[in-house]
């Protein structure tokens, strides 16, 4: 009863992140594994995915929750691309210290 509820509540944050029922249900699976098993959720639940890339990536893992994570992982983009490429700024020149 207890894994019944756990699935509810997982579906339903899901459902939030992805629209479709089906990728929902899968991600929902996926994730209650890996938290079963004491690993962090794969799908973050404070993201929003396309369902066709997510399914995509849910399949290409299999049933490896490693292969899985992997896939999934590569479906999120830097919040900032290029950040890594900025070159700080020199602050003006003040005159003598005091």
């Not at 009863?1 to 996926?30: F, G, H, N, T």
């Not at 299999?62 to 950040?83: K, M, N, Q, W």
């Given at each position: 009863?207890?894994?019944?509820?756990?699935?509810?509540?997982?579906?339903?944050?899901?459902?939030?992140?992805?629209?479709?029922?089906?990728?929902?249900?899968?991600?929902?699976?996926?994730?209650?594994?890996?938290?079963?098993?004491?690993?962090?959720?794969?799908?973050?639940?404070?993201?929003?995915?396309?369902?066709?890339?997510?399914?995509?990536?849910?399949?290409?893992?299999?049933?490896?929750?490693?292969?899985?994570r992997?896939?999934?992982s590569?479906?999120?983009?830097?919040?900032?691309?290029?950040?890594?490429?900025?070159?700080?700024?020199?602050?003006?020149?003040?005159?003598?210290?005091?």
């Amino acid at each position: 009863m207890e894994l019944q509820r756990r699935y509810a509540a997982e579906y339903a944050s899901m459902l939030r992140v992805v629209s479709d029922r089906e990728v929902a249900k899968e991600a929902a699976r996926v994730n209650l594994s890996a938290l079963l098993l004491g690993q962090p959720r794969i799908v973050p639940s404070e993201s929003r995915l396309r369902a066709g890339p997510l399914r995509n990536a849910l399949a290409r893992g299999r049933e490896d929750l490693a292969s899985i994570r992997r896939a999934v992982s590569g479906l999120f983009e830097r919040a900032v691309p290029g950040v890594d490429r900025l070159v700080p700024t020199r602050a003006p020149e003040r005159g003598p210290e005091r």
